[in-house]
């Protein structure tokens, strides 16, 4: 493949100012079987995926914005980045080498995805690639000391990739000059039946996963860790969320739908066995998720409430979309344990995920 069709695969385009008045910029990455990613280098946002369904028609899977504006303003994190801390933190107190750190709050009882104006809503630096098997984007934002109560000066890099096999590889760098939290995640909001559709009760959803953290109704881990047979949250084969997602368990009344950590099983994080899976039986598309991390998050959109116009006006309403979040905040040993996500300067944090789109059988 010539060096310029290669480029090709890669474009870019304004994608408006800021309050700032900061311009972000958009990126294109095309394969050569038509799938087309849309990253913005503001919050390392994933803005569409667009991938064929059984009858070869492309849409757009993820719900997303038409702008940066509209993003600086979301407050779902769709499509973002988030960190430096992805989950909630109580009281937003922490204990590090025994000093205690207050972290700006950004809810009533803790912080939220790493506190007000996060990862989610930083202008990152970028960089592209390309070669005749795939193309990459790389972002890269440094933390400062202190940032939202934080620690340490943090450098991040995140690198998308789009291969010809149709799989969006996530990769994720970071190192620290001194002892703080760390937990990334990505928290793009998927609709296989395409973006503007309604809700996602009919996807299938499957999670290699034989626990679950059961969570208070502040939305906090109450430090169980429960096996998932004869669980609403049993995801080992796929199902449908309609099954469960209106039904009278406890749970799912706490959070308007699902919204729990999975510990993934051994198995999970080797590359060749799914963390999740999903498949849209209409379209017929189906995402897997691999991912090297202990712990995911199902999450249904339940908080989306019809606020927020998105792409092509389309109102965005409860359950509109799915997140699948792969994380290190918590395992199978220690189940929800802050020390998970510890980031030391003589031990560089890496992480790896991979979304597949491809057809179900």
């Known amino acids: 493949m010539s060096d310029n069709l290669s480029l090709s695969r890669i474009t870019e385009q304004p994608f408006g100012l800021l309050s700032t008045g900061e311009a972000a910029r958009l990126f294109t990455l095309t394969n050569t079987n038509g799938m087309q990613v849309n990253i913005t280098n503001y919050g390392g946002i994933i803005t569409s995926i667009f991938t064929h369904d059984k009858t070869g028609r492309a849409s757009d899977i993820v719900l997303g914005y038409d702008n940066a504006s509209d993003y600086e ?8 980045i988030v960190g430096r801390y992805a989950g909630r933190i109580a009281d937003g107190k922490i204990t590090l080498d025994d000093q205690e750190y207050q972290l700006a709050l950004n809810a009533p009882d803790s912080q939220l995805h790493g506190g007000p104006h ?38 991040v890099c995140v ?44 996807h299938k959803v499957a999670i290699n996963a034989d626990h679950f953290l059961p969570m208070t109704p502040n939305a906090y881990p109450t430090g169980e860790i429960v096996n998932v047979s004869n669980t609403v949250h049993d995801f080992r084969v796929l199902k449908m969320l309609a099954n469960d997602i209106n039904g009278n368990d406890s749970q799912v009344n706490i959070a308007k739908g699902f919204d729990n950590y999975w510990l993934l099983n051994e198995d999970a994080k080797h590359d060749n066995k799914y963390a999740a899976q999903v498949v849209e039986p209409a379209s017929g598309r189906m995402l897997t998720v ?10 249904t959109a339940n908080y989306i409430d019809g606020s927020h116009i998105g792409k092509n006006n389309c109102q965005y309403q409860q359950r509109a ?12 040993e220690t189940g929800a344990d802050i020390n998970n996500t510890l980031l030391t300067p003589d031990a560089p944090f890496y992480s790896k995920m991979r979304y597949k789109f491809s057809i179900a059988d």
């Open 290 to 299: 691999f991912s090297d991390q202990p712990s995911l998050i199902l999450y």
């Open 118 to 155: 996060a990862f989610n809503k930083k202008l990152w630096t970028s960089e592209v690639s390309s070669d005749s098997n795939q193309s990459s984007l790389t972002l890269k934002y440094t933390s400062p000391d202190g940032e939202n109560g934080f620690p340490g000066t943090v450098d």
């Open 321 to 332: 979309g799915l997140c699948l979040e792969p994380q290190r905040a918590n395992n199978l």
């Open 73 to 80: 303003q979301d407050t779902y994190y769709l499509g973002a």
């Open 159 to 202: 690198v998308y990739t789009l291969t010809d096999n149709n799989e969006l590889i996530v990769e994720y760098h970071a190192t620290t000059d001194k002892t703080t939290l760390l937990n990334l995640t990505q928290h793009s909001y998927f609709n296989l039946a395409g973006h503007d559709s309604g809700d996602i009760h009919q």
